[in-house]
């Protein structure tokens, strides 16, 4: 900030500077020997006043010599003003000593210089001449003694300073433009005020200023509404999480400020301690503490109130007019005085608009009545005012006299007649009103709403930052104006940052466009715009591992959304966008262009942005208003699952399952819609191929999201069932598909097929796949083979063989046979012919065994995900491809111990292929996932699983402490060896089982206390006599804890287990379906070890696909064609999904006010039921105290309880 010059006209780089520093620096030898010679002075009888004044004068030279320097520090020309000339007023008390005698500017004469003093002329004081300009001598910060460690800023200015100094006043202080002006105006003194409304008038105001970053003019200070005002602003502070300060402007007249002499003579460097004390002088008052700024302005006179008005209203319109962007400001009335009418009358007159708290008194009571009780007169066609009747003018005269007394009357009743006037500008807040109890907000917004009719966005604004949408929908749209598309964008691009879900929906309602709306700049201000606190922000500094904070782009985006869901599905908008669009780039034009860059489907990436926020109401509604309703419910779903796990917060963790929950119910609520209204069109939804998620299906993202409600709607269901029998009929029983699976000429004749492109017909009949009925499936097959009479005769012979093959249920049924004949293999070998000699079996095992490895391998490298650690990540989330790998493993050490030349590694490779041979045999439970009894108890075994690693972390607590202290006691000081471990665990172990090892602990007759006897292992030790007796009985109470207490606690935990699987076992079974339906559509149709042929076959295609620079890119494709398929006529199946959707979710809104409804009336029916009931108490009560007689009858309600009643009340 540059420095101006002084009021002497001299500029920092004036020669005179010189003079003026030597002047400073002798000043300083020269103080003491002044200040010395004034402590003697002061010990006399203050005889000689000529003296005293002399000193007092060149005191008061050094201290404005100070004060010029300190001002040249201040970076803007701030002036106070001070009396030019003594002129004494007449008739004051004879004992007042002569330098404490009053000038008319009401400051003594001590406080004037000597120039002032010498000049004799004229008898009557007038400001403008008696007056003049001094570089101000108070400014920088002041803190009040008691209140905290906050400082305030401060400044006495003169009181015709120009307003544009101050403006550049407030840029010093580091103020930006409010959006948003309040002027609080009233008492002066504390005034009487009904502890509801004080109590709702600040809360009121608090919620106005938080929301908006209003700044606050009040008076200033530490009584009355400057009082009330500085108290709400300390509390909010306190209470609100909002870090920025409250900005609450103090404009108090410099002469009327208590101890005023504490803040002078500052060069600003440090704080000024300010002390508030109990007893407060006439006509002053303190400064209040929880103001952040204060302006005191100096008109040359003391102890004048209201000298601070017009330049406060002065200010009030600079700052609301400031660079041509008018900012709403607003006078809110409290009580008060003449003056507080006076201020009323000139901010009328600047049409700012007036709120008038009703109930707070004096002048502020005397308007209210005013203006409720005025009537309208028109003065022309269109202009009406309003006006008072006689009687209220009388009413009125009788209020001002009663709180003013009678002088100036006629100028307080004209002042309230042009008030009423601009009735317009005028309103008044009551706690009560005709509407009830409304919030000082409401009329704020309100008054500015009548005040400001055409100044519409400015008052759309206050509705959005106040959330307001009853007084947007009544007060700002109620006009059908037609908005244009650019005057909501902004608007609306602010509602969304604020999460205004309301306003939103309004703005939609009357024309705003989403597509124009959001632009590259715009989607990338949202993500750079996080609250600190919120969990999106963490999130993204754990996805990014380049700390470019400054270079923030879309591209972290992308990262944060890979980084949570991995490659379930990608956002197509956001993967096309320019990933080079940074903040702080240095080619400007290049970025204005990218700013402007619109999306096609602007409602998904608001989706997305939402979501990770976690609005989830602001995400229903750009759900609604997208595409792919289904899909974008499982997209929110998936990502809300994976905060979920990146969170260890309670309550954030409950409010996103809840979420979840939510999007997983808007999911299988509009499929089943869809499935009622057209089955064959839902089935195409859940694996039709989605363009705007990254090429996958519903399907693919449920199941990697592990979404079993979805997975097990009969949509899914009855597309699973088509796609694991293929073109083979559902009804064809087993013993026709083995025979066939033996018998391959009998393929011909006994299975149906279907039509081509076509479900399965029972598919179609079968509406709930969750019931069977072998009834029902006699009568399907019966029907099927009726209708498939013709299409067989037609289908060739070749045909059939190769769609019974290729079908999944085929592959399956032969890869169980084989595995079969592997097991048995296997046994014959480890039982009957395992020597050192290799044999064929052997050989035919090892290459069994490296069939099953290359399709393992095959299954990994396939996978749809681009990048090697993303297929190794997905590839060891399934718990059989775990199992497979050890397996393989452990078979690949047994083979390479039993080729090794030593007896003892023949032994070692026996026990490994033994152990080996265990692990491929429970393969066989992965067989069993198919039946649907059997599939749920695999995963009652799995989370058993789970829940016995958790009990054994308890159990050992138990055995570990057991078995260390009674073998302590039975064997003291035992040899460390391996032996000795083995011993201690073993016996606390087998305890639990039973096996008691009583004999040992009570000492076996062939035993031995000689150490060197039983370390040899000769005999056994004895056990020391304590451990005799007092052994046995710790294990009585730890077989106790370890097999009545603990072992109930496993079985309880496996109960509670088992009835939350069975409850959802069906669940569960439709979703271990998939994967092994995935498993064996993707599988070669040979089976191994003949399968081997067939991963030559690949990857011969695929080094024939390498030199066609093909690699992989094929073999992706064709795998995503599970359940993952492009359709004809997408572009209609998507509308009719959409208007399902719409559908659905107005079926939702109106079940939720049925529901709504129901309540208010079981309510009101029990509201009528008790009013009826306390009108017959009341009744009995007033009949039984003034008449002795029979009490009516009482309502059903009570009827049970009257006879008790009637014994009270007698």
């Known amino acids: 900030m540059a420095t101006y010059t002084n009021n002497q006209g001299k500029s920092p780089d004036d020669p005179s500077k010189e003079a003026d520093n030597d002047s400073v620096r002798s000043s300083s030898k020269e103080k003491n020997i002044h200040l010395a010679r004034l402590s003697l002075l002061l010990k006399h009888d203050h005889n000689d006043f000529r003296f005293t004044r002399d000193i007092l004068y060149e005191r008061k030279i050094e201290q404005e010599s100070d004060q010029r320097r300190g001002c040249k520090e201040f970076p803007v020309e701030i002036n106070r003003r001070e009396c030019s000339q003594f002129i004494e007023v007449p008739d004051q008390k004879q004992d007042i000593k002569n330098e404490n005698k009053l000038c008319y500017c009401n400051y003594p004469r001590l406080k004037h210089s000597p120039g002032a003093i010498a000049k004799k002329n004229g008898t009557k004081w007038e400001y403008g001449k008696h007056t003049r300009k001094e570089p101000t001598n108070a400014f920088g910060e002041i803190k009040f003694l008691g209140y905290g460690v906050n400082a305030s800023k401060y400044v006495r200015v003169d009181v015709n300073t120009e307003m544009s100094k101050m403006l550049e006043l407030m840029k010093v202080w580091g103020l930006d433009k409010p959006q948003f002006l309040i002027s609080v105006t009233g008492g002066a003194k504390d005034f009487n005020m009904s502890k509801r409304l004080r109590d709702t008038f600040r809360l009121g105001l608090m919620k106005t200023v938080l929301s908006t970053g209003a700044w606050i003019v009040t008076s200033g200070t530490h009584a009355g509404v400057g009082k009330l005002v500085g108290e709400a602003v300390g509390a909010s502070e306190i209470a609100s999480k909002n870090k920025n300060q409250v900005i609450s402007i103090g404009i108090v007249p410099w002469g009327c400020v208590q101890d005023k002499e504490k803040l002078e003579n500052s060069s600003g460097k440090r704080p000024v301690e300010y002390q508030i004390e109990k007893e407060q002088r006439i006509n002053e008052s303190f400064l209040d503490p929880n103001h952040s700024h204060f302006i005191l302005v100096d008109d040359g006179t003391q102890h004048k109130f209201d000298i601070e008005i017009p330049f406060r209203a002065k200010l009030k319109k600079a700052i609301a007019e400031e660079k041509a962007v008018m900012v709403p400001n607003i006078l809110l009335v409290l009580g008060g005085g003449p003056g507080t009418l006076k201020n009323v009358h000139e901010a009328i007159l600047k049409n700012t608009p007036i709120v008038v708290v009703n109930g707070s008194g004096r002048a502020a009571d005397i308007l209210a009545y005013a203006y409720l009780n005025a009537m309208e007169v028109k003065k022309h066609a269109q202009n009406k005012y309003k006006g008072m009747f006689p009687y209220v003018e009388f009413t009125v005269e009788e209020m001002i006299v009663r709180e003013f007394g009678n002088e100036e009357t006629s100028t307080h009743l004209k002042r309230i007649r042009d008030c009423l006037k601009e009735s317009d500008l005028m309103s008044v807040y009551e706690i009560e009103g005709k509407g009830g109890v409304k919030d000082i907000d409401v009329a704020i917004l309100q008054a500015l709403l009548k005040a400001n009719k055409y100044k519409v966005m400015d008052l759309l604004k206050l509705s959005l930052a106040w959330n307001r949408i009853d007084v947007a929908k009544s007060n700002i749209f109620r006009d059908y104006k037609k908005w244009t598309k650019m005057e909501l964008n902004d608007v609306m691009f602010s509602a969304i940052l604020l999460n205004r879900v309301e306003l939103i929906k309004l703005f939609l309602d009357h024309g705003a466009n989403l597509k124009e709306l959001l632009t590259e700049g715009k989607l990338l201000t949202l993500y750079t715009k996080i609250p600190t606190n919120c969990f999106l922000r963490t999130l993204l500094a754990s996805s990014d591992n380049d700390d470019e904070t400054q270079n923030f782009s879309l591209k972290n985006v992308r990262k944060l959304i890979r980084y949570l869901i991995a490659d379930t599905f990608h956002i197509g908008e956001l993967d096309n966008v320019n990933t080079t669009a940074m903040a702080g780039r240095a080619d400007a034009k290049k970025e204005t262009n990218v700013k402007k860059t619109n999306f096609d489907q602007p409602s998904q990436l608001l989706f997305i942005w939402s979501i990770l926020m976690i609005y989830q109401d602001m995400a229903k509604l750009f759900w609604a208003e997208g595409k792919d309703a289904i899909a974008a419910a499982l997209v929110g779903s998936s990502l809300l699952k994976s905060m979920l796990r990146k969170t260890n917060d309670t309550e954030l963790r409950n409010k996103i399952q809840k979420c979840i929950e939510e999007w997983s119910e808007l999911a299988v609520g509009v499929l089943s819609e869809c499935h009622s209204t057209d089955e064959h069109k839902a089935q195409d939804l859940v694996e039709r191929k989605l363009s705007n998620w990254g090429n996958t299906s519903c399907m693919l993202i449920a199941v990697k999201s592990d979404n079993k409600d979805f997975i097990s709607q009969t949509p899914c269901q009855s597309l699973l069932n088509r796609i694991w029998n293929g073109r083979l009929v559902q009804n064809n029983s087993l013993w026709r598909l083995l025979l066939c699976l033996f018998f391959p000429p009998l393929i011909s004749v006994l299975p149906d097929f279907t039509k081509p492109n076509t479900c399965s017909p029972c598919d179609n009949n079968n509406k709930d796949s969750n019931q069977d009925s072998h009834n029902q499936e006699y009568l399907n097959n019966k029907r099927t083979r009726q209708r498939s009479v013709s299409e067989e005769s037609k289908m060739k012979a070749y045909d059939k063989f190769y769609y019974f093959f290729k079908a999944p249920v085929i592959i399956f049924m032969y890869n169980v046979c084989s595995h079969l004949v592997f097991l048995s293999l296997y046994t014959y070998i480890l039982v009957f012919n395992f020597n050192t000699i290799v044999s064929m079996e052997e050989i035919i095992l090892t290459i069994w065994v490296f069939a099953f490895t290359m399709e393992e391998i095959r ?96 159990l050992m607590v138990f055995v570990l402490s057991y078995a260390i202290a009674s073998h302590s006691i039975l064997y003291p000081n035992a040899p460390l060896t391996w032996k000795t471990a083995v011993q201690i665990i073993r016996k606390s172990y087998w305890n639990i089982y039973g096996e008691l090892f009583l004999e040992e602990i009570e000492g076996e007759a062939d035993c031995s206390y000689d150490a060197t006897i039983w370390i040899n292992g000769t005999q056994a030790r004895c056990p020391t006599d304590t451990g005799k007796w007092l052994v046995p009985i710790m294990m009585g109470i730890y077989i106790l804890l370890a097999n009545v207490l603990l072992l109930n606690l496993l079985i309880a935990m496996f109960s509670n287990t088992f009835e939350k699987v069975q409850d959802n076992a069906d669940k569960h079974w439709f979703f271990q379906r998939f994967s092994l339906i995935h498993e064996y559509y993707t599988r070669p149709v040979l089976f191994p070890p003949l399968i081997l042929l067939a991963h030559i076959f690949l990857v011969f295609r695929f080094v024939c696909e390498s030199c066609c620079r093909g690699a992989m890119k094929k073999e992706r494709e064709e795998t995503k064609q599970f359940l993952c398929r492009k359709l004809e006529n997408d572009h209609q199946l998507t509308q009719w999904e959409n208007l399902i959707a719409d559908a659905f979710q107005q079926k939702r809104e109106q079940k939720d006010v049925d529901n709504t409804q129901d309540m208010l009336a079981k309510m009101k029916i029990q509201l009528e039921s008790t009013q009826k009931s306390v009108e017959w108490i009341i009744s009995t009560l007033q009949r039984s105290k003034n008449e002795n007689k029979t009490s009516d009858p009482a309502p059903e309600v009570l009827s049970g309880n009257k006879n008790s009643h009637e014994e009270t009340c007698a």
């Open 859 to 954: 299954q990994m490298v396939t996978s749809s995900t681009a990048t090697l650690a993303t297929k190794l990540q997905i590839y060891f989330t399934d718990t059989w491809n775990v199992v497979d790998t050890m397996t393989i493993m452990l078979f690949i050490i047994g083979i390479t111990l039993r080729f090794l030349p030593y007896e003892s590694t023949f032994e070692a490779a026996r026990v490994v292929l033994a152990l080996n041979f265990v692990t491929y045999f429970l393969r066989l439970l992965h067989i069993f996932s198919v039946h649907k009894k059997l599939g749920p108890k695999l995963v009652m075994i799995g989370k058993m699983l789970k829940d016995l690693i958790y009990f054994l972390l308890i």
